[in-house]
């Protein structure tokens, strides 16, 4: 199946820093999500952006799909920008049809 | 707007108990997906419905089982259940397989003691 790496692991920030995180997939794919779970477990959807390049607030994605990768950048973080950052793709056809596959993610800890 | 609802939110279960889980999709999407998160780990896809036939499986183990019905909404049953089945299980639903992106419930925590 295919293989989803994100990185870093961890990163500790501190309030009104920027970041970029980072996540490479091993093949093509129809469907890039990236997620962000809270301390509570939820998982909110950030953003679905197969390729191209897309903003929400301090937000922003962009994904490269001929070089299998996407960058989830984060600006003027936020405490509440903590948690884990999850990567997640979907590949059509083979033997990964129609579900998606997660990265390990990152551990973002924005300190005041 | 709509959001997909997992019920219940938190479940403590004894060893070798039963458990069942309830998810309904977002209205018009025609595909559920059942995720489990264990501890520290990134979810893992146990199943998936599509127009209420089962369209893939992960790594389910045979205790469990699933279905979709008729009004789309899914159910997983966990059976003798283990301390290793302790996890967050999510419930994420999607309109035509996938192609727009899935949307995730809040997830239950199923605690086994």
């Known amino acids: 199946g295919i293989q989803v790496e994100q990185s870093p692991p961890d990163l500790i920030l501190q309030e009104g820093a920027n970041s970029t995180l980072r996540c490479n997939f091993s093949?093509?794919?129809?469907?890039l999500q990236w997620f962000h779970q809270n301390p509570w477990g939820q998982l909110i959807n950030l953003f679905y952006?197969?390729?191209?390049?897309k903003q929400n607030g301090r937000l922003s994605a962009t994904t490269v799909a001929t070089e299998r990768y996407s960058l989830l950048y984060i600006s003027s973080s936020q405490t509440t920008d903590s948690g884990v950052y999850f990567c997640?793709?979907?590949?059509w056809g083979g033997g990964s049809n129609y579900k998606l596959t997660f990265g390990k993610g990152t551990l973002l800890t924005v300190n005041p | 707007a709509a959001g997909v609802i997992q019920s219940p939110r938190h479940l403590i279960k004894e060893k070798r108990e039963t458990a069942t889980l309830k998810c309904y999709p977002i209205?018009?999407?025609?595909?559920v997906y059942w995720y489990q998160q264990g501890p520290g780990q990134d979810p893992q896809f146990l199943i998936s419905?599509?127009?209420?036939?089962?369209?893939d499986k992960g790594s389910i183990p045979d205790r469990f089982s699933a279905q979709q019905f008729s009004d789309y909404h899914s159910e997983l049953n966990m059976s003798s259940l283990e301390l290793g089945d302790s996890a967050l299980y999510f419930c994420?639903?999607?309109?035509?397989?996938?192609?727009?992106?899935?949307?995730f419930g809040s997830g239950t925590r199923l605690t086994v003691v």
């Open positions: 997640a793709v979907e590949r």
């Open positions: 093949d093509s794919v129809n469907n």
């Open positions: 952006i197969p390729s191209g390049t």
């Open positions: 209205p018009r999407h025609d595909t």
């Open positions: 419905f599509y127009e209420k036939m089962q369209s």
């Open positions: 994420a639903s999607s309109l035509v397989q996938g192609l727009y992106g899935y949307t």
